[in-house]
């Protein structure tokens, strides 16, 4: 059963730092890319950011995050990480990891119906 977990959400103030894990299990992480997503409330769930483990970790993120976040993934650990930095109010959302079996391309095209699997949400409030 391919199960996706994240963790590491929670109240940070507006510059803070927090890093968000998700634990894959169920399939071979090595090939597959694990993309992050949120959702604010009222608003579209929307890309964040991806790392595509076959695809030599090429990192994608949007726009609004480059600069501030930067993804990583522990092949050992089945973990993908999202290290957030110089958080602000407008990053407030829940954080669902996913897994994409099309190496990123739902967070590349805006497409979020190319995502297979998605784990349960995580929660970053951040405080201005």
């Known amino acids: 059963e391919v199960q996706l977990q994240a963790s590491g959400g929670g109240l940070v103030q507006s510059g803070g730092s927090l890093r968000l894990s998700c634990v894959a299990s169920?399939?071979?992480?090595?090939?597959?890319?694990v993309a992050w997503f949120r959702q604010a409330p009222g608003k579209e769930r929307e890309g964040v950011s991806c790392?595509?483990?076959?695809?030599?970790?090429?990192?994608y993120y949007t726009d609004s995050v480059r600069g501030r976040f930067a993804i990583s993934a522990d092949s050992f650990k089945n973990t993908v990480y999202l290290q957030m930095n110089s958080l602000k109010p407008e990053d407030t959302a829940v954080y669902y990891c996913?897994?994409?079996?099309?190496?990123?391309?739902?967070?590349?095209?805006?497409?979020?119906?190319?995502?297979?699997?998605w784990g349960e949400g995580t929660l970053v409030t951040v405080s201005s």
């Open positions: 790392i595509s483990v076959p695809d030599d970790s090429s990192k």
């Open positions: 169920g399939f071979t992480f090595d090939d597959y890319a």
């Open positions: 996913a897994r994409d079996p099309y190496q990123c391309e739902a967070v590349v095209t805006g497409t979020n119906s190319w995502i297979d699997y």
